[in-house]
């Protein structure tokens, strides 16, 4: 792939996480995808599939919307064959239909006659519940069928989209945020610093900025932030050197979080270092691809308490061991929290591997971390 067309697909992912976030239309979003594609129009909408409703309708060169709807839930096999198949996935024309088929099937009949269209690249990106949200590109009739380029590429982009459909879906439109707080979390109280290629800070959401300026868990030094404590600090250190000497491979490596540890345990935090799905543009024109996503660790107590209970089947008190742990650090000072035996703790985190599928500490700091985004 050339860095043009890179920089074409960044620029499509860019429209989509825009579009999740509020700033723009997702008409937007998938004008800037037909015209990667060359294509003739395109369309984003969202289905109900247990009554086949159309809902979210944004669409591009394509006119007629509503008897265009009409024609898809009626005899368009294009939508009957998605049904069929398992989220996510990418198809053409001819996934659902022979050639042959094409030039007597209705639909198509009315596609060219009414809209001049006839191929086309489209996708079921995702189901939530009984919703699913598909996109297609449509190419015009006469034209050559889609270029496999565009159908990788199409791949590629579907993954942005719908990532970004599921930010728009978490949103919370009566809370207002800023782009960089609705990115990657619900709660304003998610502190997001952003970094460059060599893991130097860029700029932070308004949380972000907020915990520097409170201080001392979290400082500047030398362009990079630090972390006051010793073995924390460490393990950031080692972040940070691991990055620098493969930022392509941070995807597919696996991250714990660092835990920091504190006096009171309401303000112990939860770090974790991410690559974000594509280049952020932020204050100053700066752009970047890694961020530190920092929570408080003890916040929501009670929700994630249940939460746990609730997806993995723990006790009560299985639960408050997971989550002292994390408060705590040690088995020994979490048990001591809780009042209990050593041994009674370590019989107690057995059963909480065996039920949550971990077998470390940090295994568990993981979950912890995931299920603290969503309460």
């Avoid at 408050?320 to 994390?326: G, I, P």
Wanted: hydrophobic share 40%; charged share 20%.
């Amino acid at each position: 792939m050339t860095v043009s067309r890179l920089s074409e697909i960044e620029f499509v992912a860019q429209s989509a996480f825009e579009a999740g976030i509020g700033q723009t239309s997702w008409t937007s979003a998938v004008r800037a995808m037909v015209a990667l594609h060359k294509g003739a129009g395109g369309v984003l909408f969202q289905m109900d599939r247990t009554t086949l409703e159309i809902f979210d309708w944004n669409s591009v060169n394509l006119n007629d919307g509503d008897e265009y709807i009409n024609e898809m839930n009626a005899i368009n096999p294009r939508m009957h064959y998605s049904l069929s198949q398992a989220a996510p996935h990418v198809i053409t024309d001819f996934d659902c239909i022979s050639q042959d088929e094409m030039a007597r099937h209705e639909f198509y009949r009315w596609l060219e006659t009414r809209c001049h269209l006839q191929f086309f690249i489209g996708a079921r990106l995702m189901d939530i519940g009984n919703k699913s949200t598909f996109m297609s590109v449509e190419f015009e009739a006469g034209d050559a069928p889609p270029h496999r380029e565009y159908l990788e590429d199409f791949k590629i982009i579907c993954t942005h989209c719908a990532n970004a459909k599921r930010l728009a879906d978490v949103r919370n439109p009566e809370k207002p945020l800023t782009d960089l707080d609705s990115f990657l979390a619900r709660q304003t109280s998610t502190a997001l610093f952003f970094l460059d290629d060599k893991c130097r800070f860029f700029f932070a959401n308004p949380s972000g900025e907020a915990l520097l300026s409170k201080g001392p868990q979290m400082m500047l030094a030398g362009g990079f932030l630090t972390l006051s404590h010793g073995a924390s600090q460490d393990k950031l250190a080692a972040f940070y050197k691991t990055v620098q000497v493969d930022v392509d491979g941070l995807l597919i490596k696996s991250f714990h979080p660092i835990f920091v540890p504190s006096a009171n345990p309401r303000l112990s935090l939860l770090i974790r270092l991410i690559k974000l799905p594509h280049a952020l543009k932020g204050p100053g024109n700066k752009w970047s691809s890694i961020c530190l996503f920092v929570q408080t660790a003890s916040d929501k107590y009670d929700e994630i308490k249940s939460l746990l209970i609730d997806t993995f089947g723990l006790t009560g008190r299985e639960a408050e061991l997971v989550l002292r742990l994390r408060d705590s650090g040690t088995i020994a000072q979490a048990a001591a929290t809780l009042g209990i035996a050593h041994n009674t703790a370590r019989v107690h985190l057995q059963r909480v591997f065996k039920k949550t599928g971990t077998r470390t500490q940090a295994d568990l700091a993981v979950i912890l971390e995931r299920l603290s985004t969503w309460v």
